[in-house]
């Protein structure tokens, strides 16, 4: 039996911390990785210490969206949120299909439509990986 | 007196307390031989090591192995030489190689392991660990993968304990540390803190330690084991190593479930 196949779908900190980091150019300064339960799971930035914070809050605001969503006519599962903020924009975009979510937090020069750009890319990326482990 | 303990779902260790009372000794060799000593995996036998009767404590001895030698002759013996703190410090070592000489040349054609062992320290925890890490059938498998996973979640060590005697039955130890009573520290830990779990009703599933040098998880693992996860890396979210506990659950329950095929069924494992 090849007992390494299916230990290998686990997540290495290491590399994950790296991934998250490449978004962290031209204006982005942090991204995350949160629970649906909006714990942090990983995060790669600069300048802050509250992300803990920022991850609990980001996950209830996609949670209250998508409550909501179920009164809406039409029936597409959120895709994507992006705020714009006194002091910064957000976007927070599905990340695998187990209910982790991406967050990522710009400075207001960053356009909402780069920062939409960039988060749908990176949850393309990780969805290999990120579609094949349990999270709860 | 006799008592039966459950290990890892499917052995079961029978223990025979004689007390050193002679009417046992002669009762068990008599009448109840046969029952005793078929299909035997593993004897321990534990010596006294303050007994003044060295003669009769080695005919005993010899005597069980008469009886393994006819009904189990496949069964691995160890034997603890106990009471060890009873002992000058300095003279523990020659003492116990000289008992250890004695055993190995009057075990023969069997094989014996032997052991120091005293409840005073971590000796008699690491006896019980060694034994227990023999009976495990598929042990350096379990090994192997358990380094792979210490790996992958980027874990200083990774330890599994057996879910009723919380007895350390493998571990993979990526930092060196330099305590080396810490497995039955833990243990203990652990032990009492089930023990005022179930006072209150409530069964121990997890724990989380935390501090700025380390974080430390202790979960349910396999339906036999609990696995013990320590990170020095203190900037890895908690819930990224839970994750990976979680996502390594299935596999090393599927490593059991063979292990268990691979023993005979209905097959008695007599200790």
């Known amino acids: 039996m090849n007992g390494f196949s299916a230990i290998d779908i686990m997540l290495n900190p290491h590399d994950l911390t790296e991934i998250l980091g490449q978004a962290n150019t031209g204006g982005v300064h942090s991204t995350l990785l949160v629970n649906p339960h909006g714990a942090l799971v990983a995060f790669s930035g600069y300048g802050d210490n509250a992300v803990r914070v920022k991850a609990t809050i980001s996950s209830n605001i996609w949670s209250a969206y998508e409550h909501s969503r179920h009164n809406a006519i039409d029936d597409d599962s959120l895709h994507c949120l992006i705020m714009s903020c006194q002091t910064g924009n957000v976007a927070i975009h599905h990340a695998g299909s187990s209910g982790l979510l991406l967050c990522m937090f710009a400075d207001k020069t960053v356009g909402h439509g780069m920062l939409k750009a960039k988060i749908a890319a990176m949850a393309k990326f990780l969805n290999g990986p990120l579609n094949t482990i349990v999270v709860s | 007196m006799k008592k039966k303990v459950l290990l890892m779902g499917n052995l079961v260790l029978n223990l025979w307390d004689c007390g050193g009372q002679e009417a046992f000794m002669e009762n068990y060799f008599a009448s109840q031989r046969d029952n005793i000593f078929r299909n035997v995996e593993v004897l321990i036998y534990v010596f006294d090591v303050e007994s003044r009767e060295l003669e009769k404590d080695m005919h005993y001895y010899q005597t069980c192995l008469e009886a393994i030698l006819q009904n189990s002759p496949s069964a ?4 603890l030489i106990h009471k060890m703190d009873l002992v000058q410090e300095d003279q523990r070592d020659i003492v116990f190689r000289d008992r250890e000489d004695d055993l190995v040349r009057l075990s023969k ?56 005697t919380f007895l350390v039955i493998s571990h993979n130890e990526r930092r060196k540390h330099k305590d080396i009573h810490r497995f039955e520290k833990i243990s203990n830990i652990i032990k009492q803190f089930k023990l005022s779990c179930s006072k209150v009703a409530a069964s121990f599933q997890s724990m989380e330690v935390r501090n700025n040098c380390f974080a430390a998880f202790i979960e349910v693992f396999t339906s036999n084991t609990y696995v013990m996860v320590i990170m020095s890396d203190t900037s890895i979210p908690s819930e990224l190593t839970l994750i990976n506990i979680r996502n390594a659950r299935k596999h090393f329950e599927k490593l059991e479930k063979l292990d268990k095929n691979r023993l005979n069924a209905g097959r008695q494992w007599r200790v």
């Open chain 2, 76 to 79: 691995k013996i160890f034997c």
């Open chain 2, 109 to 164: 054609p069997l094989q014996c392991a032997c052991f120091k062992t005293s409840i005073w320290d971590e000796t008699l925890y690491k006896a019980w660990s060694s034994i227990m890490y023999q009976l495990i059938p598929n042990v350096q498998e379990l090994e192997t993968n358990l380094a792979r996973f210490a790996e992958i979640i980027n874990a200083d060590e990774v330890l599994l304990f057996e879910k009723a």
